[in-house]
């Protein structure tokens, strides 16, 4: 597919000189940050969605890049609005929560929301996927990545697991998990207790680990793993505004 889906491109609203960098996760695209950023704009926030590499197109894609791309594509996104804002947060959904944490790691970063981030997940096939990609190069999503949503723009994202690039998630979740003493920055950390994903504890260690002074969590009730697309939008949204706010 040469062409993205209008609802699947990055997308950049301009606004004031703090600047939201939204990162989407494995698999998904930027439709899924959609309603996020644009609340955050309303509020005047500058916001750069990006699109991550092998997203958005085909899933063959995703077996053409690796960690390293998905690393370099956030430390883009990141660098865009550090020229020319002021403040920068970062927030991220599932591996886009793995690269907001190693942003916060490396660069300086005012404060970051990590949502629904994986640190432990329930496939154990995943620890499979080096030797399983040769004679299973995809596998279907046990559920839907998106849950809630009538209007289909914010539930664009890929039917099925590329088994080749799942080692490159594992990778960026192992790096992100070692070094969590390396954040100061104020965080705050969204999990759903109904993630059929990621395991909800993965939150309690985030937030057991880093070494930020301000940090909490939001803990959602309703919502499964894409929960920017969920039931709980409006309790997200307002809870990250007045966490950049303060």
């Given at each position: 597919?040469?062409?993205?889906?209008?609802?699947?491109k990055?997308f950049?609203?301009?606004g004031?000189?703090e600047?939201?960098?939204?990162?989407?996760?494995?698999?998904?695209?930027?439709?899924?940050?959609?309603?996020?950023?644009?609340?955050?704009?309303?509020?005047?926030y500058?916001?750069?969605?990006?699109l991550?590499?092998?997203?958005?197109?085909?899933v063959?894609?995703?077996?053409?890049?690796n960690?390293?791309?998905?690393?370099?594509?956030a430390?883009?996104?990141?660098?865009?609005?550090?020229?020319?804002?002021?403040?920068?947060?970062?927030?991220?959904?599932?591996?886009?929560?793995?690269?907001?944490?190693?942003?916060?790691?490396?660069?300086p970063?005012?404060?970051?929301v990590?949502?629904?981030?994986p640190?432990l997940?329930y496939?154990?096939?995943?620890?499979?996927?080096?030797?399983?990609?040769?004679?299973?190069p995809?596998?279907?999503?046990?559920?839907?990545?998106?849950?809630?949503?009538?209007?289909?723009?914010?539930?664009?994202?890929?039917?099925?697991?590329?088994?080749?690039?799942?080692?490159?998630?594992?990778?960026?979740?192992?790096?992100?998990?070692?070094?969590?003493?390396?954040i100061?920055c104020p965080?705050?950390?969204v999990?759903?207790?109904?993630?059929?994903?990621?395991?909800?504890?993965?939150?309690?260690?985030?937030?057991?680990k880093?070494?930020?002074?301000?940090?909490?969590?939001?803990w959602?009730?309703?919502?499964?793993?894409?929960?920017?697309s969920?039931?709980e939008?409006?309790?997200?949204?307002?809870?990250?505004i007045?966490?950049?706010?303060?």
């Amino acid at each position: 597919m040469s062409d993205l889906h209008h609802y699947t491109k990055p997308f950049f609203h301009e606004g004031n000189d703090e600047g939201c960098l939204l990162i989407h996760g494995f698999t998904g695209t930027p439709a899924h940050m959609q309603l996020l950023g644009k609340a955050l704009n309303k509020e005047g926030y500058t916001v750069n969605g990006i699109l991550l590499k092998g997203h958005g197109t085909c899933v063959e894609d995703m077996n053409e890049c690796n960690w390293k791309d998905w690393m370099q594509d956030a430390v883009d996104g990141y660098e865009r609005l550090r020229k020319k804002c002021s403040k920068v947060y970062v927030l991220g959904l599932s591996m886009g929560g793995v690269l907001s944490l190693l942003l916060a790691e490396k660069y300086p970063v005012e404060r970051i929301v990590s949502i629904a981030t994986p640190v432990l997940i329930y496939d154990r096939f995943a620890l499979l996927a080096p030797i399983v990609k040769y004679f299973m190069p995809y596998k279907k999503w046990k559920s839907e990545p998106t849950q809630g949503q009538n209007d289909t723009k914010n539930s664009i994202a890929y039917a099925s697991i590329p088994i080749g690039a799942v080692p490159s998630l594992l990778k960026l979740m192992k790096q992100a998990k070692k070094n969590l003493s390396k954040i100061t920055c104020p965080t705050l950390i969204v999990q759903s207790h109904m993630d059929q994903t990621v395991k909800p504890m993965s939150a309690q260690m985030i937030y057991d680990k880093i070494s930020s002074k301000e940090k909490e969590i939001l803990w959602l009730k309703r919502s499964k793993h894409v929960c920017t697309s969920g039931p709980e939008v409006k309790c997200i949204h307002e809870k990250i505004i007045a966490f950049l706010e303060k």
